[in-house]
């Protein structure tokens, strides 16, 4: 093969390889204090010979999910001796992890949404708000229902 060639390929794998050490980088572990703040995306398990090479796992799982935390629950680690080939012992560790894997930044957009539609609501008048709510009814684009509770609501606000 000529090298030119497969260099930028190379270099291509290079660069894509350290894009996901960053952004797996960008992946934070959180307690549940902080969870109770965030969207759950998915529960997941991992085992490994070191903790280190599980937390990786986790956060590469993270990353294909879309989520930017991790939330460990339950950690556990076991020695056992395994007979080898060669007729000897060996002593295996074994690192163990469940997680919780968490969407905190999305969780927060939202709230800042439902923020700005009730700054935007509070800037129309009663009687604007009810004058909407009533062509919605006049054009049946609500029930009576529907129409009587929200009335009853903007109502509140007097």
């Known amino acids: ?21 960053v952004q ?16 759950l995306v998915k529960e997941e398990s991992c085992s490994s010979s070191t903790e280190e090479k599980c937390t990786e796992k986790l956060r ?21 001796r395994k007979p080898t080939l ?20 999305q969780q927060e957009k939202p709230v800042a949404a439902n923020q700005a539609k009730a700054r935007k609501a509070e800037k129309k ?3 604007e708000r009810l004058e909407i709510l009533q062509n919605l009814r006049d054009d049946e684009l609500i029930t009576e229902k529907e129409y009587s509770q929200k009335k009853a609501e903007i109502l509140q606000d007097l």
């Open 1 to 21: 093969m000529n090298p030119m060639k497969t260099s930028p390929l190379l270099f291509s794998l290079l660069f894509l390889s350290a894009a996901s050490v």
């Open 24 to 39: 797996a980088a960008e992946v934070r572990i959180i307690d549940a204090q902080k969870a109770q703040q965030c969207l």
């Open 60 to 80: 590469k799982e993270a990353l294909e999910v879309r989520a930017d935390s991790i939330l460990i629950l339950d950690s556990s680690e076991s020695r056992f």
């Open 86 to 105: 060669a007729g000897g012992i060996k002593t295996v560790n074994k690192v163990s992890l469940e997680a919780e894997l968490y969407d905190c930044l």
């Open 125 to 127: 008048s009663i009687k």
